[in-house]
C-alpha cells in the first residue's frame, strides 16, 4: 500500500517570496508521482508529474519539483508567488502498474499575502 | 475541446435516498475513474473504469456503484445514502497507453458537490 504525507497543512507566504511544499510518500512499489492545484470550486488541475528520467520535473505556472528517492520525497517548489497562486495543493502517487488509482496527500493551503 | 464535464453541479439529497451523478470523459479518453473528496481531505479513489469494465475499487462499501457506457461516459451511484457521504464526487479521465512505463495522467472535472440532510 502507498501513503503520502504532506507536512504543512497552511503555508503563507508574501507576494514574489520562494515557497516549498513538502511532500514524503511510502510505497514498497516503484511509482509515479504527481502534483495538482485546486483553485476554489474546481476541481484538480495537473501542474506536473515524475515518471522516469531526470529527477527535476518543471511543470506549469513556473512550479518544479525534485524526486529523491532516497528520501522519497517529492517537494515542490517556486522561485517567486503570485497572488493567483493561491490555491490547495495535492501530491499523489501511483502505481507504474495495474489500475491507474491516485494515492493523494491531505494538502497544503497555500496563501499568498501581498 | 471540451474538458471533463460533470452533472450535476450541486445536488442535495436526504438520509436514505439514492443519487446518480455523471460524467463525460474528454474525447478520446477512454478510462474514467471517480474519486470524493470530502471537505478539508484529499481525494480518495472510488473506481476506474475501461472498456465498460471495473479496473480498480477503492475500498468503499457496496452502496456505491458506477458503470461505463459505450461511449465511454460513465456514471456513479449511490444508495441509501449516509450524512457522511456529503462530499465533492471527481470525475477524471484518461488516454490508456499501451506501451510500457506507459501512464497518461489524470483530467478532472469540476466535480459535483453533494450534500446530503
Known amino acids: 500500500a502507498q501513503s503520502v504525507t504532506q507536512l504543512d497543512s497552511q503555508v503563507p507566504v508574501f507576494e514574489e517570496a520562494p515557497v516549498e511544499l513538502r511532500c514524503n510518500y511510502s510505497?514498497?512499489?516503484?511509482?509515479?508521482l504527481f502534483w495538482y492545484v485546486q483553485y476554489p470550486n474546481q476541481g484538480l488541475q495537473l501542474l506536473l508529474k515524475y515518471l522516469s528520467g531526470s529527477t527535476l520535473v518543471k511543470g506549469i505556472n513556473g512550479f518544479e519539483a525534485e524526486f529523491n528517492k532516497s528520501q522519497t520525497s517529492f517537494h515542490l517548489r517556486k522561485p517567486s508567488v503570485h497572488i493567483s497562486d493561491t490555491a490547495e495543493y495535492f501530491c499523489a502517487v501511483s502505481h507504474i502498474q495495474g489500475a491507474q488509482k491516485l494515492v493523494f496527500g491531505q494538502g497544503t493551503r497555500l496563501t499568498i499575502n501581498p | 475541446d471540451a474538458g471533463v464535464t460533470q452533472s450535476p453541479t450541486h445536488l442535495i439529497k436526504t438520509r436514505g435516498q439514492h443519487v446518480t451523478l455523471r460524467c463525460s470523459p474528454i474525447s478520446g479518453h477512454k478510462s474514467v475513474s471517480w474519486y470524493q473528496q470530502v471537505l478539508g481531505q484529499g481525494p480518495q479513489f472510488i473506481f476506474q473504469?475501461?472498456?465498460?469494465?471495473?479496473?480498480g475499487r477503492g475500498n468503499f462499501p457496496d452502496r456505491f456503484s458506477a458503470r461505463q457506457f459505450p461511449n465511454y461516459s460513465s456514471e456513479l451511484n449511490v444508495n441509501a445514502l449516509l450524512l457522511g457521504d456529503s462530499a465533492l464526487y471527481l470525475c477524471?479521465?484518461?488516454?490508456?497507453?499501451?506501451?510500457?512505463?506507459?501512464?497518461?495522467?489524470?483530467?478532472f472535472g469540476n466535480g459535483t458537490r453533494l450534500t446530503v440532510t
Open positions: 477524471a479521465s484518461s488516454l490508456v497507453l499501451r506501451r510500457p512505463g506507459g501512464r497518461s495522467p489524470l483530467h
Open positions: 510505497s514498497s512499489v516503484s511509482v509515479y
Open positions: 473504469y475501461y472498456e465498460k469494465e471495473e479496473r
